[in-house]
């Protein structure tokens, strides 16, 4: 599974921005995805998961009401869609993969067999 993040970018705090994810592979829809991300100096955290059918989501408490996760099985994409944003969000934002597993979301990077090469998000106060 190849995986390729995109839609980074710089914005003002309160603004909006889209990431997608692109995934290579033939199981992808019944393969768990996930958001994590990882600000200088700090450990990568997890931002959002979704199950292959994209019938369940996860959230972490910082980025809940303001983050939205979907996913287009037919053309093996994954978004997330950030309304609200914060200074505070500013990282590498990384789509990844789980291997093997799909039914459910998975929180702890453990899980996760396939990463992308990360997009930047930045926004300003």
């Known amino acids: 599974v190849q995986l390729q993040a995109s839609g980074g970018g710089l914005v003002q705090a309160g603004g909006s921005l889209r990431l997608s994810c692109a995934a290579s592979?033939?199981?992808?829809?019944?393969?768990?995805m996930g958001w994590f991300r990882q600000a200088p100096g700090k450990e990568r955290e997890f931002v959002s998961s979704i199950s292959g059918s994209g019938g369940r989501t996860s959230y972490a408490d910082s980025v809940k009401g303001r983050f939205t996760i979907s996913r287009d099985n037919a053309k093996n994409m994954v978004y997330l869609q950030m309304n609200s944003l914060k200074p505070e969000d500013t990282a590498v934002y990384y789509c990844?993969?789980?291997?093997?597993?799909?039914?459910?979301?998975?929180?702890?990077?453990?899980?996760?067999?396939?990463w992308g090469q990360g997009t930047l998000v930045t926004v300003s106060s």
């Open positions: 990844a993969a789980v291997r093997g597993l799909g039914s459910l979301t998975y929180t702890y990077t453990n899980f996760y067999a396939y």
């Open positions: 592979g033939r199981t992808f829809s019944s393969t768990s």
